[in-house]
Structure formats: structure tokens, C-alpha cells
């Protein structure tokens, strides 16, 4: 381990190693629990977190007399910052939980295929309006892979997906963090992503219910008219309040026995 992390003190690569190190950390926390949320601010924060550790660990590493109890020590200081940091990103509750069971904190996000979310969804390709947005598309963006073939202007956005120069169409980003400006989407779709996620903040003790409810209604307004955001589950709370405004229209059908899913239309 010295003799790696010497190398990189050397080579000027410190920035460039925790940021890559944070970006692995946040992936590893989201996989853990998908409703995790992390800004481009708090990525930063945990590579300069990573970089004050890497610096302490080097020079203990350095020190031949340093013995084994203040090496331990050092990495249950860091078990402590590390705690610190997502209790400050994603607040206390998230701990309180881990603590009863950690099980309880194991919320993984799966990964559906096209064909089941055009099923569960309603969508008819034919009639999509484009562009199209897949709004927590997946690391493999299933459904944007799918509507790209058969020749629909879709695109994807998703924390955990890879942007690369061959699929130019993805972005690796948070909703929370995007900005989405009025009448620019014909149709968003959304499959047990960003309602679950608002539901989830709807229902926690410390959750961000308004900022939820305000990223919704830019959403609809980033619909053209004619355009329909699709997603699943269903959110009453709020589409109680969109099926009251004029220039919306509300629809509502079941999917299992217990769960619905929402097409909203922006009237025209």
C-alpha cells in the first residue's frame, strides 16, 4: 500500500484518484440503497474527505514507530467521517434504521427489461410523442436502447448509467441536480424511479417532500402540449392537485392488485 500510494504522490494524481474514489463510493452507497441522494457538491466533499485521509494514513505509513493500535484507530476515525458525511448528505433517520437492522437500510434499485416496462407502463411505441426521456433509465438504459431501435428519438438519464461517445443520447446525473425547460420533452417515462423516490421523501421523518413536489411540476411543465409523462407507482397525494389544474389531464390504471401507474397529458 506505500509503495502504491507513493506512486501517486508522486505523480501529481492525488485529485484526480479521490474524485474517481468518491464517484466509486457513491455508486457503492446507491447500489446499497437507492434512495441515497447525492449532488455534485457532496461528491466533491468526499474526495477532499478521501484526500485528508489518504494524506493522515501516508504519513503513518511513513512513521516505522507508529504501532498497530493508532493504525486501527485511524480507520475506525474514518468509519466516523464517512458516517458523518452521509448523515449530513441523506440525514440521521438512514442511520437510525441501519441501526435497528441493517437489513432495513438494503434498498437495491433493479433493472427491468423493455418489454416489461412497455407492458406495465401502457406505452404504445407507435404513438409516443419525441423526444422521448427515460427518466432513471438504469445502468444498461433498457427502454431508451429499445426505442433508439426501432428508430424513436429517446434519450436517458440515470446516476448510475455510462456516458460514453458511442451513446451520446446518456447522461449520468441526478434529476434533483437537471434542469428541464418548459415544453421540451413529448413524452417523459419514469418506471419505479422518480415517484418512488418522492413517495419515499413524501413518507420520511426528514425527507425533501417540496423539493420533490416542485422537481414534479417542472417535469409537467417540460412536457409539449400533447405530451404524456408516464410513470409507476402512482403519487395521489399530488395528482389530486395536477387532475384540479386545466391544462392537465390525469389518468390512472392499475397494474397489479395493489399498485397503479399515472399517465399525465399536458392538454393542448
Not at 42 to 59: G, H, N, P, T, V
Not at 129 to 134: A, G, S
Amino acid at each position: 500500500m506505500a509503495k502504491a500510494l507513493e506512486r501517486i504522490f508522486a505523480d501529481g494524481l492525488l485529485n484526480h484518484f479521490t474524485i474517481k474514489l468518491a464517484e466509486q463510493g457513491i455508486r457503492q452507497f446507491i447500489q446499497v440503497n437507492q434512495f441515497m441522494q447525492f449532488t455534485s457538491k457532496d461528491k466533491l466533499q468526499l474526495a477532499e474527505l478521501y484526500k485528508d485521509q489518504f494524506m493522515r494514513i501516508w504519513s503513518l505509513l511513513k512513521d516505522e514507530e507508529a504501532e498497530e493500535g493508532v493504525v486501527q484507530q485511524f480507520f475506525q476515525k474514518h468509519y466516523q467521517h464517512l458516517r458523518t458525511f452521509l448523515i449530513q448528505t441523506n440525514g440521521e433517520e438512514l442511520f437510525k434504521k441501519y441501526a435497528m437492522d441493517p437489513h432495513l437500510f438494503w434498498v437495491p434499485c433493479e433493472e427491468y427489461s423493455a418489454d416489461l416496462q412497455v407492458s406495465w407502463l401502457g406505452l404504445d411505441v407507435v404513438d409516443l410523442h419525441p423526444p422521448v426521456l427515460d427518466l432513471g433509465c438504469g445502468p444498461q438504459a433498457n427502454l431508451v436502447q429499445f426505442l433508439r431501435g426501432k428508430k424513436i428519438e429517446a434519450y436517458g438519464m440515470d446516476r448510475q448509467v455510462e456516458e460514453s461517445e458511442d451513446r451520446p443520447f446518456l447522461r449520468r446525473m441526478g434529476w434533483m441536480e437537471s434542469s428541464f425547460e418548459e415544453e421540451q420533452w413529448g413524452t417523459i417515462i419514469s418506471h419505479l424511479a422518480f415517484s418512488n423516490h418522492f413517495t419515499h421523501h413524501h413518507l420520511k421523518a426528514d425527507g425533501e417532500p417540496e423539493a420533490y413536489a416542485q422537481k414534479y411540476m417542472e417535469l409537467l411543465r417540460a412536457l409539449k402540449p400533447g405530451g404524456s409523462f408516464f410513470y409507476a407507482p402512482s403519487v395521489p397525494f399530488i395528482e389530486s392537485f395536477v387532475d384540479q389544474l386545466p391544462e392537465y389531464f390525469v389518468c390512472r390504471t392499475w397494474i397489479t392488485p395493489t399498485q397503479q401507474m399515472t399517465r399525465i397529458t399536458r392538454l393542448d
